[in-house]
T-cell receptor, first 113, second 114 residues
């Protein structure tokens, strides 16, 4: 079993829809939770960064962390065609003083006009 | 552009050849990471530098792989005697201390071994 599980999709939604992306994890030591967006043939771009549990909002994006359930989510409101990309969740534990990120496999999202 | 820069963007090589990739991190960042990403998977950690010191290497990094970061600036990743299984996107990331750091990735080098 992988440490981080993420449904690979693809997920296809109409423009304007609310998108929900999720990851589950097994390592209770994870403290930092991130969402990256990756366009085709590009490197991952950091979208959201959360320490420990709770919610964080940034524009159309909301990240939620539920450590009791080992479950994190990313919500995208009013989705746009430009949001079409692969979304990667990533996690790290506080160990050794640096962040060795463990990534999910990524969910491909397509937003159609 | 002040982001992480990687060169080349694409590399096609024949099995058995050696290849070298370069990464230039964001200038003030003292931490540098290499990750590998295969199709349909998330990036996997390969190695980590703090300044010029290589502090951790993954078991994924076989003896054919070597990474350096002379003078704590740019970094190189060399693969000797390439194999078809080495075909992947090689990603470099950099960050600034402290420990609640955020990693910023380059666009990667796509390696194809024929």
């Amino acid at each position: 079993q992988k440490e981080v599980e993420q449904d690979p999709g693809p997920l296809s939604v109409p423009e304007g829809a609310i998108v929900s992306l999720n990851c589950t994890y097994s390592n209770s030591a994870f403290q930092y939770f991130m969402w990256y967006r990756q366009y085709s043939r590009k490197g991952p771009e950091l979208l959201m960064y959360t320490y420990s549990s709770g919610n964080k909002e940034d524009g159309r994006f909301t990240a939620q962390v539920d450590k009791s359930s080992k479950y994190i989510s990313l919500f995208i409101r009013d989705s746009q065609p430009s949001d079409s990309a692969t979304y990667l969740c990533a996690m790290a534990e506080v160990s050794g003083g640096y962040n060795k990120l463990i990534f999910g496999a990524g969910t491909r999202l397509a937003v159609h006009p | 552009d002040t982001g992480v820069s990687q060169d080349p963007r694409h590399k096609i090589t024949k099995r058995g050849q050696n290849v070298t990739f370069r990464c230039d991190p964001i200038s003030e960042h003292n931490r540098l990471y290499w990750y590998r990403q295969t199709l349909g998977q998330g990036p996997e950690f390969l190695t980590y530098f703090q300044n010029e010191a290589q502090l951790e290497k993954s078991r994924l990094l076989s003896d054919r792989f070597s990474a350096e970061r002379p003078k704590g600036s740019f970094s190189t990743l060399e693969i000797q005697r390439t194999e078809q299984g080495d075909s992947a996107m090689y990603l470099c990331a950099s960050s600034l201390e402290p420990a609640n750091e955020k990693l910023f990735f380059g666009s990667g080098t796509q390696l194809s071994v024929l």
